[in-house]
């Protein structure tokens, strides 16, 4: 984050307070469960297959080798994937056309992760905030950059004062930029730097305007969990998740450091060339 601490919104309508931003997410925490989780499906597949060995000779003889070599190659291409990523998070070069394969093997590891995570005391919130710390690394590695008017912001209602009788969601432009919230900052932004920006009501809206919009690069404000499922449905779309600050709890006026997503903004919008 840019700064130690925001002012954000309080439970009542006009009330402001100032919080301390949370630390970031620390990227080695997600590859290092899934590197944890990979080793023990290692050790399942191959105990499984040892036991198997006896039954399938007597199908063919060839048959658990072949069984056994297709085992070995899931394992470690697995193996690969999270690999490919310490690459990208150590600053070296990497392999970014494995980034489809290493969304599959956290879609297909992740909630296995979680349970073994949570019997080391790691909540599935700091994984998930890992998670989006690595995509968004990924993402920046691959030096993506687009026309401002191709990006598309998307943030939950919940941003939005709870107190306010403004509708804003699907048409941001009702805001009345009061000050009350993020939601004229980031109208405001909009008009400054010319994304499109649309305030959803759920995972199921924002998708259905992306699909809409046609961009070619998202930037989410959310918490955890829809960042990481947002991210992951949209893909291969490129997409950066910016995680909202709930002073107040969840879902309820929530808000969100400006410094951070103007920030990631620049990095993803094209300078536009000057003429000479």
């Known amino acids: 984050m840019s700064t130690e601490t925001l002012t954000v919104n309080g439970d009542k309508a006009g009330e402001k307070k100032t919080i301390r931003l949370p630390s970031r997410p620390k990227k080695r925490l997600f590859i290092g469960m899934l590197l944890l989780v990979t080793l023990l499906a290692a050790v399942l597949l191959f105990g499984l297959w040892y036991i198997g060995v006896p039954g399938l000779e007597r199908i063919q003889p060839l048959l658990p080798w072949a069984i056994g070599a297709l085992l ?19 600053g070296l070069p990497y392999l970014p056309w494995m980034k489809r394969q290493t969304y599959e093997l956290i879609n297909l590891l992740f909630p296995a992760a979680v349970r073994l995570g949570a019997l080391f005391g ?26 401002a008017n191709r990006l598309l912001v998307v943030t939950p209602h919940c941003l939005q004062l709870a107190s306010c009788p403004h509708k804003v969601t699907r048409d941001p432009n009702n805001c009345k930029r009061c000050g009350g919230c993020n939601i004229g900052d980031l109208v405001t932004l909009s008009e400054e730097m010319g994304f499109h920006f649309f305030v959803a009501t759920g995972g199921t809206l924002a998708r259905q305007v992306v699909y809409n919009t046609r961009p070619k690069a998202v930037l989410a404000i959310a918490c955890e969990r829809d960042l990481m499922s947002g991210i992951q449905d949209v893909f291969p779309l490129p997409a950066v998740g910016v995680l909202n600050i709930r002073p107040n709890g969840p879902c309820y006026n929530t808000s969100v450091d400006m410094a951070e997503v103007r920030r990631q903004l620049e990095e993803i919008i094209e300078s536009k060339k000057k003429d000479v």
């Open 72 to 90: 070995t190659g899931a394992v470690l291409l697995s193996f690969f994937g999270i690999f490919n990523m310490v690459l990208a998070v150590a």
């Open 122 to 147: 790691v909540k599935r919130r700091r994984l998930e905030g890992s998670f989006i710390a690595v995509s968004n690394l990924l993402f920046h590695r691959m030096h993506i950059r687009v026309p």
